[in-house]
């Protein structure tokens, strides 16, 4: 399967559609005590990410692979969302994304 994008087609499509977008979400729901909403923004910043792997590197079984810093985020980010601990789940989604962003994913 051929990527949907490549070099400045990518660029220019995630500049109209941007990951920081879906983190917006999430960071629109904890900012107004709406955990459904920062968890929807989560999951679709999720998405963004393993669709931006995929297209990046033209695998579309390609995902992002975590650093052990990256996947304890994500942990103390889904125990925030099941027990309904918003301040939690913001922690484990900055450290998630800190990690992230070292890692290059």
Do not use: C, F
């Not at 629109?28 to 968890?39: A, C, N, W």
């Not at 999951?43 to 304890?72: C, F, H, M, R």
């Amino acid at each position: 399967m051929e990527p949907s994008h490549t070099g400045e087609s990518l660029a220019l499509d995630l500049l109209h559609n941007p990951l920081q977008t879906k983190l917006t979400s999430s960071a629109t729901g904890y900012l107004t005590g709406d955990q459904s909403r920062q968890t929807e923004g989560n999951l679709e910043a999720e998405k963004a990410s393993v669709d931006y792997k995929q297209a990046k590197t033209g695998n579309p079984l390609a995902v992002p692979i975590p650093s052990a810093e990256g996947i304890k985020g994500k942990m103390e980010s889904v125990a925030g969302m099941v027990t309904g601990d918003q301040e939690l789940q913001k922690e484990g989604n900055a450290k998630a994304e800190a990690a992230a962003w070292k890692d290059g994913n």
